[in-house]
T-cell receptor, first 112, second 114 residues
Framework: DAKTTQPNSMESNEEEPVHLPCNHS???????IHWYRQLPSQGPEYVIH???SNVNNRMASLAIAEDRKSSTLILHRATLRDAAVYYC?????????????FGTGTRLTVIP | ETGVTQTPRHLVMGMTNKKSLKCEQH?????MYWYKQSAKKPLELMFV???????ENNSVPSRFSPECPNSSHLFLHLHTLQPEDSALYLC?????????????FGPGTRLTVT
């Protein structure tokens, strides 16, 4: 699977929107973009995924660039509970691989 | 609660001990995974089981031995571990579908090898 690049850390004020960027310049046409997050002392949890179109769910929104070389996870109103490490991961559906390469992610700090 | 449980939550063992980690999923999934998370390092996939068959072994030392007796249970048998094996061991499960197949993780077992 192609690799992703994320900033090591970001800060946000509580109740403000947060935009977490991810670069994936070598993405292939069959790579889905997945986001997971890991809260302190917990296992990772799925947040959202998409292929080409922007996606929304109850947790977040995923904005995918037209050329698919980058994407942004959007938390519309950050809460203290959103403080976590956020991972952007590509998964190639064509290979059917189950391997998720987590990388180092972005550590989000939410300031009260 | 993610529907994936792991026991024990904490384990301290000596290098000559034999112990097992247990994972159980209540989600009806057909794939299960073991991951290792060491301090300051990314999650590393160790083993994958699809429909009880091992489909991936990422060059894991033989002192780690997985077992998947059915699609709901997964074990990781440990013997003659090294101090560098101290880490958080995470279990996950998923359905295997075309696009989603999001993985659901358990809370992990914090292992300390003395």
């Amino acid at each position: 699977d192609a690799k992703t690049t994320q900033p090591n850390s970001m800060e946000s004020n509580e109740e403000e929107p947060v935009h977490l960027p991810c670069n994936h310049s070598t993405i292939s046409g069959t790579d889905y973009i997945h986001w997971y997050r890991q809260l302190p002392s917990q296992g990772p949890e799925y947040v959202i995924h998409g292929l080409t179109s922007n996606v929304n769910n109850r947790m977040a929104s995923l904005a995918i660039a037209e050329d698919r070389k980058s994407s942004t996870l959007i938390l519309h109103r950050a809460t203290l509970r959103d403080a976590a490490v956020y991972y952007c991961i590509l998964r190639d559906v064509q290979t059917g691989a189950n391997n998720l390469f987590f990388g180092t992610g972005t550590r989000l700090t939410v300031i009260p | 609660e993610t529907g994936v449980t792991q026991t024990p939550r904490h384990l301290v063992m000596g290098m000559t001990n034999k112990k097992s980690l247990k994972c159980e999923q209540h989600l009806g999934h057909n794939a299960m995974y073991w991951y290792k998370q060491s301090a300051k390092k990314p999650l590393e996939l160790m083993f994958v089981y699809n429909f009880k068959e091992q489909t991936e072994n990422n060059s894991v030392p033989s002192r780690f031995s997985p077992e998947c007796p059915n699609s709901s249970h997964l074990f990781l048998h440990l013997h003659t571990l090294q101090p560098e094996d101290s880490a958080l061991y995470l279990c996950a499960s998923s359905q295997v579908t075309g696009s989603g197949y999001e993985q659901y993780f358990g809370p992990g077992t914090r292992l300390t090898v003395t």
